[in-house]
């Protein structure tokens, strides 16, 4: 795999959230991460410019609709899969052209009423297992949201991954 091209490859979110909070085992092995430390290591190492033109070749292996939408804190890249309804984000947040991102948030999104309850406990459990993924080096902070639009709506679950260091 061409290292920044597959957009999978940032993370497992969609089958993993699925997996965790449906207790569906559909496309999950024991061994996929909710991020992969390899991949958040990689764009923490970027400049604003190295990513957006990697942000512009990526794909998603299954054949997702991509889009690409150049922002000025760095380009925010989506994968919408039509016949699920399920879709990816990823947005590292640059503060300017040089240098690493503050933050980097990946985002899964899910039919309106996929998600039926986001606890506290959840979000507990999901947060230690991104941790232990990442190792020591990042702090991770995830967020649950309903969006109204566009209709029906989305469930979104972001993860929200800064440097230890920052």
Do not use: C
């Amino acid at each position: 795999m061409t290292p920044m091209r597959e957009l999978s490859a940032i993370g497992v979110l969609a089958a993993a959230f699925v997996a965790l909070v449906l207790g569906s085992t559909v496309g999950v092995s024991a061994e996929e991460r909710v991020v992969s430390k390899q991949d958040a290591d990689r764009i923490f190492q970027l400049n604003r410019t190295e990513w957006n033109g990697q942000a512009q070749q990526m794909f998603h292996p299954e054949g997702w609709e991509l889009r690409v939408r150049p922002l000025e804190t760095g380009t925010t890249v989506m994968a919408f899969d039509p016949k699920t309804g399920m879709g990816l984000s990823v947005q590292p947040l640059f503060p300017g052209p040089q240098g690493p991102p503050d933050r980097l948030i990946v985002g899964s999104y899910y039919p309106a009423g996929t998600i039926r309850e986001f606890t506290d406990e959840l979000k507990r459990r999901m947060e230690a297992d991104a941790r232990v993924d990442l190792g020591p080096d990042y702090s991770v902070n995830i967020s649950f949201s309903r969006m109204t639009s566009p209709p029906p709506g989305l469930d979104v679950v972001d993860v929200i991954i800064t440097r230890g260091d920052q």
